[in-house]
């Protein structure tokens, strides 16, 4: 008989129930057990949605992230927050965002704020992490007592648990040291605690762990491939069976490592590695289960139920109950139930899979495989169906666009001039002091603007109302900028719900959700665009309201755009092409946005490449080729403007040293980026590395609501100049304000104008 189980559930609920307990409770307008009481409730409705499952995952359930989590249970806190009063939670929410809720942070005399942890990318997905702190005298102490109490709600509810952690090679791989040492040295440290954890939960009858150790498909050198034997050999005396998850990618190299581990079980992602997947079970003990991940995890559509059966069932047959299946890995990055869609497109609607949906076609896998295809022929019919429609569809082939990629020759990606004579003439045309200030695009959605918006898709506002109510907040913006005394302006992006979401509603070929939504980071969440066919731009997108914000000032007016790079990576991309062609169609309907944009007198423009490097694959190997097609899109969009244009990109939360010659590439006048959080240390590769350009390195951390003072932006500042010349700085935020409010984005903005006039009265002197 095959096991059916998830590797874990989106956490947030269908209606962002989490999100809005969240922000209540940081607001101080909910208790704690109100927002204890809201994750009980979610948490027992989503073991429910999974009823029928032989394994439910249990401890997948956050109230801010996963990461973030198993340092609270591993005893790892930044000394910063030791000593803070409240209790575990305060502290949890301390270290995520810089503060607990409002009404416990009242200790200034002796606490205060503290800075929130670093926070980054998980693997190559649009999810943040909290990012785990080391030292050479780091300690680890069990405090399993979340997990625990989840495991003790979710077998009261009669579920067959399979707890999950985070392996701890994948822990101490994701965490960063903070002085010289060596992250490995730490691993004779934490294994008692894994070892007294596993033991904790066999004690209260757990059978199977669930170990995610997805570092298993990056390339390990020797030090850590060895550091797995020896973690595992330790764990082997463990009661509890364990299943070491591997996803996002192939193995290869780790293949034998993988298999020949010292555990009951092995997941890995056969989304990914399905080449693979033959000569692994070759090497598998004939003890140990296999997992195979079948279904999509990352993406929305359907998933070809008859063409997986096709290729597992000799599996089945091969391996009996050795074999399992599941999602390739957890569903924490789609959303959670189609059937929720009443406005989306009938058509393809009938292509995807949230989910729910998702664990419906892991059913009919398991029954099929139990029972033959007869107990299931309608649900495969239906299937095969929807596929053959979404195949055969005119609305996904557009030969017209086809053809205008087929016709990209190399000269749409150069700049007339090199960045030399373009700095020197849009210096003259710009006029803008030394450390010249700006942000990087969106000011606060406030109530009004959420209000607007809503009434205008729902009909109860018409055009006209609309477009007065988002003008008025355009002319707000601008006038608060031109108070603060910033130097290049931005109009707000009042107009905008998401920053992709807004250009995929008026690009052909996307289609869209309303209740699609997914967590970005803790109380952030994000509703993907579909992209299901091919991509063409019918008309001018941006031009209306930045002009008319340049109206309202004689200072430059930035044009603010989403780059096709990063439209892609945070879309749900279709799977019938490769993403590369995807990448090539939107660059060229965003070129045509940004040509329209000069034409009407904007001479800054702004293209954000928030999400270039989290698009790179696991390995390093196959950088290159990813990096290649993202950077020839971006010049693509770019680079057909006059040299007095100037061109700034952005990009959010990476570290840039491994990819600083690609990222020169793109030939962007300004790049900003994040560097506060990181204390300036992801300019380190601008040391070793003559980056040519313009650089803003963020000094104002917009996650957390702290304000940041003069002093500090100044010496960050400081930090900044000694690795770029001066000459080449700019002062801004590390990303766009539209999660803050205004009386947390004005003093932190005074300040930061402030310390531009320090700054630039120092590099005059």
């Known amino acids: 008989m095959t096991t059916i189980h998830n590797l874990g559930f989106p956490r947030i609920g269908a209606k962002r129930e989490l999100k809005f307990a969240l922000e209540s409770y940081w607001k101080g307008d909910s208790s704690r057990d109100e927002l204890q009481a809201l994750g009980a409730a979610l948490r027992q409705r989503h073991w429910e949605n999974q009823a029928g499952l032989d394994l439910v995952p249990v401890g997948d359930f956050s109230f801010y992230d996963q990461v973030l989590d198993t340092s609270f249970m591993l005893g790892n806190l930044p000394e910063r927050v030791q000593d803070f009063h409240g209790d575990a939670l305060d502290n949890y929410f301390r270290v995520a965002r810089g503060r607990s809720a409002k009404g416990l942070d009242d200790h200034s005399a002796c606490c205060g704020g503290v800075a ?42 009669g579920v067959n648990a399979k707890p999950v952690i985070i392996g701890p090679l994948t822990y101490l791989a994701l965490g960063k040291a903070k002085d010289d040492s060596n992250k490995l040295a730490l691993l004779e440290r934490v294994l008692p ?96 289960v296999l997992s195979l991940g079948v279904i999509n995890g990352r993406n929305i559509w359907k998933t070809d139920l008859t063409a997986v059966l096709d290729w597992v069932e000799p599996l089945a047959r091969q391996l009996g109950d050795r074999l399992w299946i599941a999602p390739s890995c957890s569903l924490l990055h789609v959303p959670v139930d189609l059937d929720s869609e009443q406005l989306l497109d009938a058509d393809v609607k009938s292509w995807l899979a949230f989910a729910l949906q998702k664990l419906d076609e892991l059913r009919v896998l398991g029954r099929a495989l139990r029972d033959g295809r007869a107990a299931v022929q309608g649900e495969l019919a239906a299937n095969a169906a929807a596929l053959a429609a979404r195949r055969t569809s005119a609305r996904v082939n557009k030969p017209a666009v086809q053809a205008a990629v087929a016709a990209i020759t190399a000269r749409l990606g150069q700049r007339k001039s090199a960045y030399a004579q373009r700095a020197a003439k849009q210096a003259d045309f710009l006029k803008l002091p030394a450390y010249p200030t700006t942000t990087i695009g969106s000011f606060p959605q406030t109530a009004e603007i959420r209000r607007a918006r809503s009434e205008f898709k729902a009909g109860r506002l018409d055009q006209a109302g609309y477009l007065a109510v988002m003008r008025a907040q355009i002319a707000h913006s601008v006038r608060e900028q031109e108070e603060l005394g910033l130097d290049v302006l931005v109009h707000g992006e009042a107009e905008r719900n998401d920053m992709v979401e807004y250009f995929g509603e008026q690009l052909d070929g996307y289609a869209f959700s309303q209740f699609g939504w997914v967590q970005s980071y803790g109380s952030r969440c994000v509703k993907p665009p579909i992209l299901f066919g091919d991509i063409s731009r019918p008309r001018a997108m941006t031009v209306e309201w930045i002009t008319y914000a340049q109206s309202l000032t004689k200072k430059p007016m930035k044009g603010m755009l989403t780059g096709p790079v990063t439209i892609l990576n945070w879309s749900f991309v279709r799977d019938d092409q490769p993403r590369s062609v995807s990448c090539l169609q939107l660059a060229l309907a965003i070129r045509e946005e940004v040509l329209d944009l000069e034409k009407a007198g904007v001479r800054v423009i702004q293209i954000d490449e928030a999400a270039l490097r989290e698009g790179l694959p696991l390995r390093k190997s196959q950088w290159q080729s990813y990096l290649d097609w993202a950077v020839e899109s ?49 300019l380190d590769a601008f040391e070793s590395f003559q980056y040519p350009n313009e650089i803003g ?48 984005v004005i003093p932190a903005l005074r300040n930061m104008v402030a310390a531009a006039k320090t700054l630039r009265a120092g590099f005059f002197r």
């Not at 193995?251 to 490592?257: D, S, V």
């Not at 570290?655 to 690609?662: K, Q, R, T």
């Not at 390195?697 to 930090?719: C, F, R």
């Open 116 to 157: 929130a942890g670093e926070m980054t990318k998980w693997f190559d997905t649009n999810y943040h992490y909290i990012v785990p702190e080391f030292k050479a005298d780091t300690q680890f102490t069990l405090d399993a007592s979340r997990l625990l109490e989840q495991l003790a709600q979710a077998k009261a509810q």
């Open 193 to 288: 605690v894994y070892a007294q954890l596993l033991d904790t939960l066999s004690s209260q009858g757990v059978d199977w762990v669930q170990v995610d150790e997805p570092i298993l498909v990056t390339e390990l050198d020797a030090d850590w491939q060895q550091a797995f034997r020896t973690a595992y050999q330790f764990l082997s005396a463990a009661k509890v069976k364990l299943l070491v998850a591997t996803y996002f990618g192939q193995l290869l190299e780790n293949a034998e490592l993988a298999a020949t581990l010292p555990v009951a079980g092995l997941h890995v992602d056969a989304i990914n590695d399905r080449d693979g997947v033959q000569s692994l079970i070759e090497r598998l003990p004939a003890y140990k």
């Open 634 to 682: 971006f010049r693509i969009t770019a680079n057909g403007v006059q040299d007095q244009t100037q061109i700034h990109t952005h990009m959010c939360y990476s570290e840039f040293n491994d990819i600083i010659a690609s990222i020169a590439g793109m030939d962007a006048d300004v790049i900003t980026i994040e560097t506060s959080r990181s204390d300036m240390e992801l």
């Open 697 to 744: 390195p963020g000094v104002y951390d917009i996650h957390s609501p702290n304000i940041p003072t003069e002093q500090h932006i100044v010496a960050l500042m400081s930090k900044a100049a000694e690795r770029v010349p001066a000459q080449r700085l700019w002062v801004n935020p590390d990303c766009g304000l539209k999660t803050r409010q205004w009386n947390e």
